[in-house]
């Protein structure tokens, strides 16, 4: 079974841009979350969706949003991109939305933005 | 406010020597506890979950413990190898809810 794949792997953007990242989960998973990885602040959930619908949100601000669609592949939207928001994204999948489910997490999108 | 605090930062040991980690957490009320590890540029892998109920659990040469009362958890390596090296990362899970509460992680090296 092939794994959580991202893409793109890395990206470079400037400050005001906006950027989509994408997420495969596993197949038959239909729980996805993303989660933003940075030296400082370490793993920190944004959002985490389950069969189309968001279940659950982070504290980041609106101009990070999401979707999953009726495949339960997953985007990540940001708008007017932030230095701040240079990190390494992540997404996961699992097969429900129980928590004691594994989540196998993707390699992640590597974000610097100049 | 669900806190995880890790420790400690980073460490160094020897190829084929053990340690142990240490996690502490105030997540209330607990649904489990899981320890990841991160490769350099991967992603996180589940090494353990542990429920409220369970104190040990084993992963090969990783084995970790829960003492709920007090919140906190530890992993201990045992006879590390080179691949080792990475970041390990405690991971508390809220009853009810799917949201997670991440540590900072410990960074650990393990030299020849």
């Known amino acids: 079974k092939a794994g959580v794949t991202q893409t793109p792997r890395y990206l470079i953007k400037t400050r005001g841009q906006q950027v989509t990242l994408s997420c495969s989960p596993i197949?038959?998973?239909?729980?996805v979350s993303w989660y933003q990885q940075t030296p400082g602040q370490g793993l920190q959930f944004l959002f985490e969706?389950?069969?189309?619908?968001?279940?659950n949100k982070g504290n980041f601000p609106g101009r990070f949003s999401g979707r999953q669609f009726s495949n339960s592949r997953s985007e990540m939207n940001v708008s007017t991109l932030e230095l701040g928001d240079s990190a390494l994204y992540l997404c996961a999948s699992r097969s429900s939305g129980n928590p004691f489910d594994t989540q196998y997490f993707g390699p992640g999108t590597r974000l610097t933005v100049l | 406010k669900n806190q995880v605090e890790q420790s400690p930062q980073s460490l160094i040991i020897l190829e084929g020597k053990n340690c142990t980690l240490q996690?502490?957490?105030?997540?209330?009320?607990?649904?489990?506890l899981r320890w990841y590890k991160q490769d350099t540029g991967r992603g996180p892998v589940s090494l353990t979950i542990?429920?409220?109920?369970?104190n040990t659990k084993s992963n090969g040469r990783y084995t970790a413990t829960l003492d709920a009362d007090t919140k906190q958890s530890s992993l201990h390596i045992t006879a590390s190898q080179l691949s080792d090296s990475a970041s390990y990362i405690c991971v508390v899970s809220e009853s009810g809810y799917s949201t997670l509460t991440f540590g900072k992680g410990t960074m650990l090296l393990v030299s020849p």
């Open positions: 197949s038959g998973h239909r729980s």
């Open positions: 996690c502490n957490y105030t997540v209330s009320p607990f649904s489990n």
């Open positions: 969706y389950f069969s189309e619908t968001q279940r």
């Open positions: 542990m429920t409220f109920s369970e």
